[in-house]
T-cell receptor, first 113, second 112 residues
Framework: GEDVEQSLFLSVREGDSSVINCTYT??????LYWYKQEPGAGLQLLTY???NMDMKQDQRLTVLLNKKDKHLSLRIADTQTGDSAIYFCAESWGSGGYNKLIFGAGTRLAVHP | DTAVSQTPKYLVTQMGNDKSIKCEQNLGHDTMYWYKQDSKKFLKIMFSYNNKELIINETVPNRFSPKSPDKAHLNLHINSLELGDSAVYFC???????????FGEGSRLTVL
């Protein structure tokens, strides 16, 4: 069935790296996504990875994909207080061009001095 | 210019009432969505429309009825509101077939 799992909380010190983990279910997902939600706002696409890639780097963000274990992670280098938010992993379900995104429960990242 | 705008942002109402939330996008996208986010931040898709046509209808009570007068608008009408309908409802849009969704700021519905 459709199920994306994430740990709910992560607390890191400013300047350290953060690693947010996710497991998903649909091995046929073409893309996997990371969205960020700041307080009182909607979700914003942070980054995504194509399923035939193992890694994608985008400035401070590194996405790692292990297709065999259906495991996705997001690493944020040099974490700043502005990175405090909820991070959602999402996979795409469906066919025929009409896909729906299934989101995990979100990981709340708290960055402290 | 707000890309995806929803109104109202906050809605407080009594059980049994009927209410609507409106959504408009100016991105020229073909696909629009309604998602429900509960108090634990869990986000679940409710409906999706592509060019005014319903393409995804999850297991949502019949009291929820979406309407898309044109591809830039997707409204959500809820009849006979219940306590469990209290949530933040997010509208989103995307190019057809894309997983890059653009979300509105959400409409927080509180049912008393």
């Amino acid at each position: 069935g459709e199920d994306v799992e994430q740990s709910l909380f992560l607390s890191v010190r400013e300047g350290d790296s953060s690693v947010i983990n996710c497991t998903y279910t649909d091995s046929s997902s073409t893309y996997l996504y990371w969205y960020k939600q700041e307080p009182g706002a909607g979700l914003q696409l942070l980054t995504y990875i194509f399923s035939n890639m193992d890694m994608k780097q985008d400035q401070r963000l590194t996405v790692l994909l292990n297709k065999k274990d259906k495991h996705l992670s997001l690493r944020i280098a040099d974490t700043q207080t502005g990175d405090s938010a909820i991070y959602f992993c999402a996979e795409s379900w469906g066919s025929g061009g009409y896909n729906k995104l299934i989101f995990g429960a979100g990981t709340r990242l708290a960055v402290h001095p | 210019d707000t890309a995806v705008s929803q109104t109202p942002k906050y809605l407080v109402t009594q059980m049994g009432n009927d209410k609507s939330i409106k959504c408009e996008q100016n991105l020229g996208h073909d696909t629009m969505y309604w998602y429900k986010q509960d108090s634990k931040k869990f986000l679940k898709i409710m409906f999706s429309y592509n060019n005014k046509e319903l393409i995804i209808n999850e297991t949502v009570p019949n009291r929820f009825s979406p309407k898309s007068p044109d591809k830039a608008h997707l409204n959500l009408h809820i009849n006979s509101l219940e306590l469990g309908d209290s949530a933040v409802y997010f509208c989103a849009s995307s190019p057809e077939g894309s997983g890059e969704l653009f979300f509105g700021e959400g409409s927080r519905l509180t049912v008393l």
